[in-house]
């Protein structure tokens, strides 16, 4: 059986720092793109990746506009785990945030749709 467990989140004040870890179980995680997908409290979970990471050959990574130069994404195959260092943190960074199989494309990150985990929230709050 798969399964991807995340962990990490909570709440942080403006400007503060998280770092989500998620990881892998019943499958072969070295061969797949990895995800971070988030949903908005009152919002449907977005269809696009807000950081992702190809596999560690193709050295591949994407970010969201949002979170340029804020969330740094990383993967530890010898760990089956994938990362997620959100730095400067925003109010508008709330949300549950899942982790999940990903295909990293030229300009965007979609879900892979096979493995999702169950999700960790982060409220960002003074």
């Known amino acids: 059986q798969s399964h991807l467990v995340e962990s990490g989140g909570g709440l942080v004040q403006p400007g503060g720092s998280l770092r989500l870890s998620c990881t892998a179980s019943g499958f072969q995680f070295v061969a797949y793109d990895m995800g971070w997908f988030r949903q908005a409290p009152g919002k449907e979970r977005e269809g696009e990746g807000v950081s992702c990471i190809g596999t560690t050959s193709s050295g591949r990574t994407y970010y969201e506009d949002s979170v340029k130069g804020r969330f740094t994404i990383s993967r530890d195959d010898a760990k089956n785990t994938v990362y997620l260092q959100m730095n400067s943190l925003k109010p508008d960074d709330t949300a549950v945030y899942y982790c999940?199989?990903?295909?990293?494309?030229?300009?965007?990150?979609?879900?892979?749709?096979?493995?999702w985990g169950q999700g960790t929230l982060v409220t960002v709050s003074s």
């Open positions: 999940a199989a990903a295909l990293v494309l030229h300009n965007r990150c979609v879900p892979d749709g096979k493995y």
